[in-house]
């Protein structure tokens, strides 16, 4: 008698010769990548990273090759990234340094923005530091490898009004660049601060009760990476003006606890303020709420 | 064609499309891959970071642990192998010199001497 038997064993067949395959390829033999970018690094490397960038910017002063040091991690927003990581340094007790330097960074390579409360003067608007470069490349040397990230060794940037994207250009950002003019994201030196405003502010938009700071240089322009130290019974904390670029270059902020009082100076000198404490604002229906202190610090 | 040879026919096919999924249509993904892994000219400008930051710090300690992720045998090493790197690549003198500094430095520096030093 013959058996009959349907095609049901080759389904097995295949079924198993599959398994077989991704077994290997997902397990044994997986895809490796071992020449990796940037971009695919996890965000605490990212971290260290552009932690990196920021110092390394500290120290040559190159905005290009900042920018496309950046453009490698292929973050969304680069300034708010930076922006936020610096906060967030500041929030977790880190390296102040590395934390002004990711500000001052964020601070030059954003946008210039309104500030909570303009100068009378204002400062000139500084050339944007985007757009305005070409990287004109000397191919010397294929940099081979991965097709996505074929860049150049050495290029030799000159400005150009018309620009492409830096990073375009480079994975080693080597070149002679032509020196920018850029916003100066550094305290102005000279003269310490000096305490030019000192008011309560009540405005029910506030979340939370707020020391504002606002620092301004003598021409009247706003003046990032001030380092502001705050202290209380209980401790200590620093900030800087600029993190937060959207409310102004001058800008900085603390939020203060209810019933606490507070100690601000600026790290570079100037009378302490003492006795900022939340103020306390009525609403017209009667309903309360905390308000903020202003401070605005002045070089004359 | 025997049942056992088609059934191994099958198994072939089977596998076949199994790599063939696997490494090419949805292969293993490193999205969170660590500093070790980068590709050398990512390293080499990683290093040239650290150099260039530690121009201006001084700080050694500061650059042998940021030199540390990138997994090297030695914080040397790593240095090392970028200005090779950069001089074959034909990176611009400052670059390769301010890596040279570094590596320099790095010679002298002996941690656990410093570290217990008073």
Sequence with gaps: MRETR???????????????????????????????????????FKDRYRALIASAYQANDN?????????????????????????????????????????????????????????????????????DITATQTVTAPLSLNPAASLTLATTPVASP?????????????????????????????????????????????EEALIQVQAFDASGGPVPGVEVIVSWEAGEDHFFTGLKPELGLGYADFSMAPLTSYTLRLAKGGQPIAGLTAPECEMEGGERYWGAWLLVFEQP | ??????????????????????????????????????????????????????????????????????????????????ILFAERQGYTDADVNTMRKLLGDLQLYHPAVEGTAP
Aim: aromatic share 6%; charged share 15%.
């Design chain 1, 63 to 131: 905005l290009v090759r900042a920018k496309a040091r950046l453009a490698l991690l292929e973050d969304p927003d680069v300034y708010r990234a930076l922006a936020e990581q610096a906060q967030r340094t500041l929030a977790g007790g880190g390296d102040l340094e590395e934390a002004r330097a990711l500000g001052l960074l964020a601070v030059a390579l954003g946008p210039a923005p309104p500030t909570l409360a303009p100068s009378p003067s204002g400062s000139p608007a500084a050339p944007s530091p985007t757009g």
């Design chain 2, 1 to 82: 064609m025997s049942r056992w040879l088609r059934f191994a026919l099958a198994i072939t096919l089977g596998i076949i499309s199994g790599l063939v999924y696997g490494w090419r249509v949805n292969p293993v993904k490193y999205v969170e891959t660590t500093l070790d892994s980068l590709r050398v000219d990512y390293k080499t400008d990683y290093v040239l970071m650290v150099a260039e930051a530690y121009s201006a710090e001084a700080n050694l300690d500061t650059a042998v642990r940021r030199l540390a992720l990138l997994g090297g045998d030695t914080p040397q090493e790593s240095v090392n192998q970028a």
């Design chain 1, 162 to 206: 018309d620009q492409t994207s830096p990073a375009a250009a480079l994975v080693t950002p080597l070149p002679t660049f032509t020196p920018l003019p850029t916003r100066t994201p550094t305290p102005t030196p000279g003269a310490p601060f000096v305490l030019r405003i000192q008011e309560q502010i009540c405005d029910p938009d506030l």
């Design chain 1, 6 to 44: 349907g095609p049901w064993y080759l389904l097995t067949g295949l079924a198993l010769g599959a398994l077989l395959g991704l077994g290997y390829a997902w397990l044994l033999q997986p895809v490796r990548y071992t020449d990796t970018t940037p971009a695919s690094l996890r965000a605490d």
